[in-house]
Nanobody, 121 residues
């Protein structure tokens, strides 16, 4: 069983930056595919970014490409989402997710509880 706990959300002005963290337990972060998703009020949850277990592949939603970066710290068993040049439309609850082997944009079996990100204009 994999447990995920997000942190780092908050309120930031448009153009600002935030770094989200996802602490992983139950599996080493270097052995799973890690993803970030978000859900804005009244909208469906959407894919944001993913990184393969070996860190050799990353994938980003077009809406965040060039602004967000997914990375991991293996000794800390933690995954990060660095978010720069934030826009009001980035406002959402952000979730990290893990999959044992599938590098994709959906069907992740393990999820964190989410952290709120609010971007003011």
């Amino acid at each position: 069983q994999v447990q995920l706990v997000e942190s780092g959300g908050g309120l930031v002005q448009a153009g600002g930056s935030l770094r989200l963290s996802c602490a992983v337990s139950g599996r080493t972060v270097s052995s799973v595919v890690m993803g970030w998703f978000r859900q804005a009020p009244g909208k469906e949850r959407e894919f944001v970014a993913a990184q393969s277990w070996s860190e050799d592949r990353t994938n980003y939603a077009d809406s965040v490409k060039g602004r967000f970066t997914i990375s991991r710290d293996n000794p800390r068993n933690t995954v990060y989402l660095q978010m720069n040049s934030l826009k009001p439309e980035d406002t959402a609850v952000y979730y990290c997710a893990a999959h044992p082997h599938h590098f994709g944009t959906s069907d992740y079996p393990y999820w964190g509880q989410g952290t709120q990100v609010t971007v003011s204009s």
